[in-house]
C-alpha cells in the first residue's frame, strides 16, 4: 500500500537511510495559472529486501513540504527514474526552486533503444513488464482532498514499475554503447528546466506572423514579451492576457493612438480592456534587440527542395542506428540549421557527431 504523506518529518524519515535511485512523478494543474501547480508527488524508494518499492503520495499542499523535498530533488547521489519529465521539472522549480538531477528518463531511453519515440507511460511499461496499467484518473482533480481510492491506486501505479523499467531499458542501452546519449540528453533536459525562460523570437511559432512586414513582426515581438512578462509575473495562462488573435490584429495596423487602441480593444470579446496602458506602452516601445529580428516569414522562401534532403539523409542516418523517427532531428531543428547556418544546441553533442558527416556536404552546397 502507498504511504500518504502529509508532513516534512514523516518524508525525512523515508530518507534517513540514502537510496541509491528513486522514481519520481508528479501530478499537476495548469489550467487557471501560467506555471504548473504542484497537486501530488509520487516516489518510489527500493527495498532493501528486493521486495516491491515503497511508494510515498508525498502532499505538496502541506506546509513546509516543499521545502523538505528540495534537498532531495537536488541530491545528485540519487538517481530520479522518470518518465517525459519537462513539466514536471518546471513544477518542482516552480514551488520547490530546484530542479531534480540527475536523470534517466524512460521515455527518451525507450527512443534511443530503438522501442518508439514518445511512448507513453502505460503503453511502455505494458510492452517492458507486461503489466495493464488502468487509465480511469486521467483527467482527476488532484488538488481534492482527500483523494479517491482510485486516485492513489492511479497514481502509485505512476511510480511502481519505474525500477523494472530503469533495469530493462538500460539493458538494451548498454549493448548499443547510447547510455552516455541518454546521460547527455538528460542533462539537457535538466540545464533548460533550469535555465527556463520565454523564448527570445516567440512570433516564430505564430503561422499568422509569416504574413506580417518586418515592421509589424518587430511590434508583435514586443507585444507577445510583454504578455509572457505579464503571464509569468501574474500567474495567468498567456491567452488570457492577450490572446495571438487580438496581437497579431494590433501589430498589423498599429492603432493611431492610445483611445483608437481602446476602441480596438473594447470592440474585441475576450480583449484585456483593463491593460489599454501596458499594451499602449509596450506596442510604443522599442527593443533593445529588435533590430535583430529574424522574419517569421523566410519559411515561405526556404529552400524546401534543401530541407528535404536534410530530412533524407537524416532518415537514412536514423534507419542506420535504428532509432525511431524524429528522434535524431526533427523538422524544426532542421529548419533552425537551414535558415541560419548554425547547429541549435538541439543538435549538439552525439546528435552532431552522427548527423554532421551526412550533413555538412548539402549545408555546404548551399553556401
Known sequence: MP??????????AHFEVKPERIGLDTEFIRERTYWPQLALVQIAIERADGDEPTILLVDPLRPGIAEALAPILADEAILKIVHSPSEDLVAFKHACGVVPKPLFDTQQAAALAGIGSGLGYQKLVEQLTGVALAKGETRSD???????????EYAAD??????????????????LGRRAWLDEDAARTVFNA???????????????AQFLDLPAQRRLVRLLRWRDAYARDSDRPRSWILDNELAVSIARQVPADRDALQRQLDAHPKAPRKLGDAIWAALST?????????????????????????????ATRSAALGLPDGVLASRRWLEALLDHGDWPDALSGWRRAALEPDLAPLLAQQN
Open 142 to 152: 488532484w488538488m481534492r482532498r482527500p483523494l479517491s481510492p482510485s486516485q492513489l
Open 286 to 314: 522599442e527593443l533593445a534587440d529588435e533590430d535583430q529580428t529574424p522574419d517569421a516569414g523566410v519559411a515561405e522562401t526556404r529552400d524546401k527542395q534543401r530541407l528535404r534532403q536534410l530530412q533524407e539523409a537524416v
Open 158 to 175: 505512476d511510480v511502481r514499475h519505474l525500477f523494472a523499467m530503469l533495469d530493462a531499458l538500460d539493458g538494451l542501452l548498454a549493448p
Open 194 to 208: 533550469e535555465n527556463e525562460a520565454p523564448e527570445r523570437w516567440p512570433h516564430l511559432s505564430m503561422r499568422s
Open 3 to 12: 504511504v500518504w504523506i502529509n508532513t516534512p518529518a514523516a518524508l525525512q
